[in-house]
Nanobody
Framework: QVQLVESGGGLVQPGGSLRLSCAASGRSFSESAMGWFRQAPGKEREFVAVNRWSTYAYADSVKGRFTISRDNAGNTVYLQMDSLKPEDTAVYYC??????????????????WGQGTQVTVSS
């Protein structure tokens, strides 16, 4: 069975950093789009960052602060979050797509999801 297991969330002060990890199992994701979405209190879930092959995409709100990366096998995805702001507080979800053609920022194109990990940025 396909599983996406996340780690790395927690509480940090504004300006601090966190590194999220997501390990996928049950199938190969080397050809797949993998990335991150988040949902803040009172808001809809929103796109954060994604990678497929050499293509990287970021939400405008995190450009220059967050960096997405993959391991050599392509089954683990990371999100390095620097210069964190209180507005980044949210549950962060890892996602992967089985589609051959993917619109990278489109939530419903992703069919595998992690459980979500809480990131809280507060002083």
């Amino acid at each position: 069975q396909v599983q996406l297991v996340e780690s790395g969330g927690g509480l940090v002060q504004p300006g601090g950093s966190l590194r999220l990890s997501c390990a996928a199992s049950g199938r190969s994701f080397s050809e797949s789009a993998m990335g991150w979405f988040r949902q803040a209190p009172g808001k809809e879930r929103e796109f954060v960052a994604v990678n497929r092959w050499s293509t990287y995409a970021y939400a405008d709100s995190v450009k220059g602060r967050f960096t997405i990366s993959r391991d050599n096998a392509g089954n683990t995805v990371y999100l390095q979050m620097d210069s964190l702001k209180p507005e980044d507080t949210a549950v962060y979800y890892c996602a992967a797509s089985s589609r051959a053609e993917v619109t990278l920022r489109t939530e419903w194109h992703y069919d595998y999801w992690g459980q979500g990990t809480q990131v809280t940025v507060s002083s």
